[in-house]
């Protein structure tokens, strides 16, 4: 049996455990034929076809992905318990620095913040892939720089930077 | 004492819903639980800008002294709950002691238009506020599982739990195997049988070998189909042969072949 470019998308989208990218798409349905056009189209009419069921596809910074529609939070938490989604301020404040001022050194987040970086923030939010080492400042001690990546808009449903709310110079408290 | 009383003037205490602004003298309130208010502040900085918003002071033209009175309420307080207090808290103490000594002092000359000693502080202190205002935002900003919810087990699945798959070809699994087995009959028990070659009767055969051939090469002598057991009543036989002096073992040089003899 032949499978439509839609088909093969929706297919190869719900077996993924990351975003896919157009690109990604293409290179795996391996069809110089198609287009970034025909995919972004191919999404187009899966999300029609998905307008009465719970899921539908997003596109974030790391390319499609399906998502659960709205007002689905109590049977989902009921059936995977997180834990708890808070973060602490300094963890917050930390990532929002680098978020807005990257790239950054551990150095610049802690002029702003007035008080030491913790290891651990730096840490996790490694480990969470949000930031990444993009070079080293050509400053004594050569510190590391971080920026966002994709995974930490994917995280937050965005495709840019400058997605995110804009900040604004503070003048009086 | 009077730290105390500046300190917990400023604290908005709920009980039992109600807002309590002026905290009973007597009222004792347990160390730790200070201790959880102390513990909001995100460094000196937040410390300060909680401090100014409380007063509502103009920050652009921030009163030094009330100001580093209240900061160091805070710290002396903080110390007496031997919190322990960030080296940050106390760069900040001195510095606000800097920027009032620096006010204090005369301007020499009229001229040099010098810089308000509060101007950097001023401007860490909005600086801090604009990312911290971001922060807040981000905190706000809809997230996985808790606003919106990816549809695949990419979640749930950390690359670090993932167990590599080692590629394995058959026929290692084998001799996997196989060593399994070996090690098992080593520690099988074994039942003693009686003994069915004798090292003696092997000596026999051995020289009987001889009376026909001159010599035989040593690996010749054994018979595998015998077992490790035969294998083993061969080789104490050639040695008691090789004792008692009646063959002889031969070599030609080193490492070359070893053959067995006849005493002649």
């Known amino acids: ?173 | 004492m009077k730290s105390w009383a500046l300190v917990l003037n400023n604290i908005n205490a709920i009980y039992n819903g109600k807002v309590i602004q002026n905290i009973p003298e007597d009222l004792f309130i347990p160390p730790e639980h200070l201790r959880v208010i102390l513990e909001q502040f995100e460094g000196p900085l937040d410390l300060l800008l909680y401090l100014i918003k409380k007063q509502n002071i103009d920050i652009t033209d921030l009163p030094i002294l009330p100001i580093t009175e209240q900061y160091m309420a805070y710290i002396s307080l903080m110390e007496e709950m031997h919190f322990e207090l960030a080296a940050d808290y106390l760069v900040m103490a001195s510095t606000l002691t800097e920027i009032k000594s620096k006010l204090l002092l005369p301007i020499e000359n009229e001229d040099e238009e010098e810089d308000d000693p509060r101007a950097n502080l001023i401007k860490r202190l909005l600086e801090y506020q604009k990312y911290k205002n971001a922060s807040e935002q981000l905190d706000t900003i809809p997230r996985n599982f808790r606003d919106f919810y990816v549809v695949s087990n990419a979640v749930d699945t950390k690359k670090n739990n993932l167990v590599e798959i080692p590629d394995i070809q058959l026929n290692q699994l084998k001799h996997a195997f196989l060593d399994v087995l070996r090690r098992a009959e080593i520690s099988s028990t074994h039942n003693i049988k009686s003994e069915t070659l004798s090292v003696r009767e092997r000596m026999t055969s051995i020289i009987s070998l001889l009376n026909k051939h001159e010599n035989i090469e040593f690996s010749k002598l054994f018979n595998i189909s015998e077992g490790r057991l035969g294998v083993v009543v061969t080789f104490l036989a050639l040695l008691e042969l090789v004792k008692e002096s009646l063959v002889d073992v031969i070599q030609n040089q080193p490492m070359s072949k070893l053959y067995i003899g006849k005493k002649i």
């Open chain 1, 1 to 173: 049996m032949k499978y439509s470019l839609k088909n093969i998308i929706e297919c190869i989208l719900l077996v993924s455990d990351e975003p896919l990218s157009s690109s990604q798409i293409i290179k795996i349905i391996s069809d110089k034929k198609h287009t970034k056009k025909d995919i972004a189209n191919a999404i187009n009419e899966l999300n029609n076809d998905y307008q009465n069921k719970a899921i539908h596809i997003c596109e974030v910074a790391s390319g499609y992905r399906f998502q659960a529609k709205g007002g689905l939070e109590n049977y989902i938490h009921k059936l995977k318990d997180k834990g708890s989604n808070k973060f602490s301020k300094a963890f917050l404040e930390t990532t929002a620095i680098i978020a807005y001022k990257q790239p950054v050194t551990r150095g610049d987040i802690e002029n702003i913040r007035g008080i030491a970086v913790s290891t651990n923030t730096i840490r996790t939010l490694i480990e969470l892939e949000w930031i990444k080492v993009v070079g080293h400042k050509d400053s004594p001690g050569k510190p590391e720089l971080f920026a966002t990546t994709s995974k930490f808009l994917d995280y937050f449903n965005k495709n840019k930077l400058s997605e995110l709310p804009e900040i604004s110079d503070v003048d009086s408290l």
